[in-house]
């Protein structure tokens, strides 16, 4: 029985039925393969999967008698998510290996009886899928959907069915956007997310940087954003490469970055994090201040925090404090910092790509939400002396908890004014002073950001 399937298999599981993050669980199982091709597959395997969930959940329940298929187990439907991802969206094993693999994988795992119900399933899709047997549905393309399976009418489901997301948030995006952009926002994130990487400049320049990379046939591009973010399709081998353990890089979007940019740390200022884990942009901001001053990194996760420490260390940084609390307890509230990061919880509409998950685990209520970000704007305007600067940033684009919570603020409190974004990034990143990446254009994470000065004495 193939174990990088295996594998592949278990973590899907957890990560659906435990609301886990599969980055995490990947890289402990990645952590474990000699082989890098073996590390790919797996993440081929398990990202690709869960991006896909509900296109083949409506696949295998018209494969199965519909009632009986709601009442299956999770973990049986599971074994069918991977085997219907793979006959459908992968081209890297013949259709008989992946069928045979799979069953004997429910065989070891759940006995006879559950491995015939998926070869059933499997080789019925096989079947129907085979060119010999369609000849009938040659007026259907593939824009309208399986050539023996069409995707609904409704425009809400038909999105939600043909992109695999949910059709309350394909609702919500309608709300929000023409449908043209939410069908381009739908596309660029299930696109394979590329690597990107942030060189430490504390430790290398650009250029030896790119030659190194270079040098063992890893091509890097620049990301359009910033020129501290590179792009590579070289996952596996650029995050196995010991540069990355000795602290010459991090794994970083540009759109993150670019936050930390708007921001423009300085040398020897004092900064607060508020919301800092896992890290990237507070070590940002150490690596723009070229390790001097004071950050202080404050999450409530202990998890979190180990993670800040870890990178912390593998950078060498060391002007930050690191502290386990709740961001909205944290004291002494005292104006004594230059500058404040809020990089607030939020929906996280703006990473679908890299985190396929939170498509089926964005369960948190949306009004507790939008309260929690409210709060942290009453809080961390306490910690800004007269003339520093206050930062308010999330990864959604969902304009609820974008201008609506920094106009909002801004209106009730008036010693705080916006900065003009475009006067310290490029335009094009931004919309009426706020720094906004759009994903499916800028070919990044989408994020928000506003950044406000509070006035001197």
């Not at 278990?10 to 659906?16: G, M, R």
């Not at 429910?106 to 070869?119: E, I, P, R, S």
Request: glycine share 4%; aromatic share 10%.
């Amino acid at each position: 029985m193939d174990k990088i399937r295996q594998e592949a298999y278990h973590i899907i599981s957890q990560t659906l039925k435990k609301d886990l993050r599969s980055e995490i669980l990947l890289g402990k199982s990645s952590a474990k393969m000699a082989k890098a091709k073996d590390k790919l597959l797996l993440y081929h395997l398990v990202k690709g999967t869960l991006k896909m969930k509900l296109s083949l959940d409506y696949i295998a329940e018209n494969l199965c008698d519909k009632n009986k298929y709601k009442a299956t187990n999770l973990k049986i439907k599971t074994l069918l998510y991977l085997g219907l991802y793979q006959l459908k969206y992968s081209d890297g094993s013949p259709d008989h290996h992946v069928i045979n693999e799979t069953v004997e994988l429910a065989k070891t795992l759940y006995g006879k009886t559950v491995a015939d119900f998926v070869n059933a399933v499997l080789r019925e899709y096989q079947r129907r899928s085979d060119p010999i047997n369609i000849d009938h549905y040659e007026d259907l393309n593939d824009e309208q959907g399986e050539i023996w399976l069409p995707y609904p009418k409704n425009p809400v489901d038909m999105l939600a069915v043909k992109y695999s997301f949910s059709p309350e948030l394909i609702s919500r995006w309608i709300d929000l956007w023409p449908i043209e952009e939410v069908e381009q926002l739908c596309k660029y994130f299930n696109q394979p997310a590329k690597l990107s990487i942030r060189y430490n400049r504390m430790a290398t320049d650009i250029k030896r940087f790119v030659n190194y990379f270079k040098r063992k046939e890893i091509i890097l591009k620049q990301s359009p954003l910033t020129s501290s973010i590179y792009l590579t399709e070289h996952y596996i081998d650029t995050l196995n490469d010991v540069s990355f353990n000795e602290g010459y890089f991090s794994v970083q979007d540009a759109s993150a970055a670019l936050t930390v940019e708007l921001l423009n740390p300085q040398q020897d200022e004092s900064i607060l994090d508020l919301f800092a884990g896992p890290g990237g942009k507070c070590t940002y901001i150490s690596e723009l201040t070229h390790n001097t001053g004071e950050v202080i990194a404050v999450d409530k996760y202990p998890k979190k925090v180990r993670m800040i420490k870890q990178n912390l260390h593998r950078l060498q940084i060391t002007n930050t404090i690191t502290v386990t609390e709740d961001a909205l307890k944290y004291a002494p509230r005292a104006a004594a910092y230059d500058r404040v990061l809020l990089d607030v919880p939020c929906s996280g509409w703006g990473v679908l790509q890299k985190k396929p998950e939170l498509r089926w685990q964005n369960k948190q209520d949306m009004k507790s939400l939008l309260k929690l970000q409210e709060h942290a704007l009453s809080v961390g305007p306490l910690f800004v002396k007269p003339g520093g600067y206050l930062m308010y940033s999330t990864c959604t684009m969902n304009r609820k908890e974008n201008e609506d919570q920094v106009e909002r603020f801004l209106d009730s409190n008036k010693d705080f004014n916006l900065v003009d974004a475009a006067d310290r990034i490029p335009k094009k990143y931004t919309d009426k002073g706020y720094l906004r990446t759009v994903p499916h254009r800028d070919k990044a994470d989408g994020a928000f950001a506003a950044l406000m000065r509070k006035k001197d004495k």
